[in-house]
């Protein structure tokens, strides 16, 4: 995170008291729900409630009540000292601290906030196929850095030969909307994807060369067919060249898309 482990988002700054039985968060002003609603302490307080998921019952016995100070200053007490609340709130530990619209989950039910589910993150749903796919876009109007991929497409195959063909269509089909040479003779395509050090690396080799084309035509083709998957212009390219076949790899500091 860019200022530690617990980095400010939607609350702007918070306290705890001495005994760690009262925290008190700053809200961030002016952040827009996907529905055009303006986030407010009443939100986070619904939100806190409604959580009912795996730690639900630990961290609401511990409970004494949570309070709106006011539109943007929402106020926790515990009934014991509780230093590791906010351990609670990180992401990928609980999402007890997700945040959606009162009015709007009030207005249309669990069932209809199922359907159309709306938050304040930086991509606001579009559709849900359950076991098939989940599409999400990029919500102009979020808080912090808009995303430069503007459209995510999430979806589920089971068969790994059909992934893979899946892919390799893809990646053929945005190389000729980037203007990629035409093949001739066919590609062998294998992506590698590995995220290190906070990085994304993408890589794709074909195991057998078009007819015609030396290891520097091909490498960059695959560069081209790189370029056309993820966006043009996004991330640092490299190129490498291996025994039977040759690599274009991607590298995109996922530091700099948040």
Not at 10 to 26: C, G, H, Q, R
Not at 55 to 71: C, F, S, Y
Request: aromatic share 10%.
């Amino acid at each position: 995170m860019p200022e530690g482990m617990y980095t400010p988002c939607l609350a702007e700054s918070w306290t705890v008291s001495p005994n760690a039985k009262v925290f008190e968060f700053k809200l961030r002003k002016g952040v827009k729900f996907h529905n055009g609603d303006l986030m407010t302490a009443e939100d986070v307080v619904f939100s806190f409630w409604r959580y009912k998921a795996t730690h639900a019952k630990l961290i609401h016995d511990k409970t004494e009540k949570v309070e709106a100070v006011g539109p943007h200053l929402v106020r926790y007490h515990f009934k014991e000292p509780f230093p590791d609340f906010l351990e609670y709130l990180l992401p990928g530990v609980t999402s007890i601290s997700w945040v959606v619209p009162k009015k709007y989950v009030e207005k249309v039910g669990d069932a209809g906030f199922k359907k159309n589910p709306v938050g304040c993150g930086p991509y606001r749903f579009v559709e849900f196929k359950p076991g098939m796919r989940v599409v999400g876009e990029a919500f102009e109007e979020y808080w912090r850095k808009v995303p430069h991929i503007k459209r995510i497409e999430l979806n589920t195959v089971s068969e790994p030969a059909t992934r893979l063909a899946m892919v390799a269509n893809e990646l053929l089909i945005n190389a000729a909307k980037h203007g990629a040479p035409s093949l001739s003779g066919e590609l062998h395509i294998r992506v590698d994807l590995e995220a290190k050090e906070g990085k994304l690396h993408l890589s794709v080799w074909n195991s057998g060369q078009p007819q015609g084309r030396d290891e520097e035509q091909v490498a960059g083709l695959g560069l081209q067919l790189v370029r056309g998957l993820i966006a043009q212009d996004q991330g640092r390219f490299a190129l490498k060249s291996y025994k039977g076949g040759s690599l274009a790899e991607v590298v995109i500091d996922t530091r700099e898309l948040q």
